[in-house]
């Protein structure tokens, strides 16, 4: 078998995450068009990561938020987003490392993506069967959307596509 040495995967997964800075830096810019809003799940200990302490204890590994009816301060650069939320009341400052990024949904469309990063492709070969990740719900999220956080297959409907999908093994 031929050696990738152009790294397609490497290349394919920094453009799905431009598709993903992009959208989020049209909400910061312009806000949330019609009923778009987004499921973002990332390692919440992933280097760059910045979480309160009690939102850390509560979700030591994993962690989606929804950006849907009440976040402010959405800020996005080249490498993270940073966003305010609220949980439980408690207003949060949330700064989130595209690399950290394992999934991204947007439920109105039915559209999402899943990234492996170094770290998630570390855990999967040493624990195959893990439990699944919590899930974070800032508190002014609709109900009817999605309220378990599985973002996998939503209402049925979406498939999303794992860039190893592609690779030959």
Do not use: C
Request: charged share 25%; glycine share 6%; aromatic share 8%.
């Amino acid at each position: 078998m031929a050696t990738d040495l152009i790294r397609y995967d490497v290349l394919t997964r920094d453009a799905l995450r431009g598709v993903l800075r992009r959208v989020l830096t049209d909400a910061a810019e312009q806000g949330l068009p019609g009923e778009h809003h987004f499921y973002i799940t990332f390692l919440s200990k992933a280097e760059g990561v910045k979480l309160s302490p009690r939102l850390q204890s509560q979700y030591p590994q994993e962690m989606t938020v929804i950006l849907q009816h009440q976040f402010w301060d959405l800020i996005v650069t080249d490498d993270h987003f940073e966003v305010g939320l609220s949980f439980g009341g408690i207003p949060e400052r949330l700064v989130v490392p595209f690399d950290s990024i394992t999934r991204f949904f947007d439920p109105s469309v039915q559209f999402g993506l899943q990234f492996e990063t170094a770290e998630t492709a570390e855990t999967e070969a040493e624990a195959p069967a893990a439990e699944p990740p919590a899930t974070a719900k800032a508190e002014a999220a609709d109900d009817n959307d999605n309220p378990d956080g599985d973002d996998t297959n939503p209402q049925g409907g979406a498939e999303v596509v794992r860039l190893d999908r592609f690779r030959k093994k």
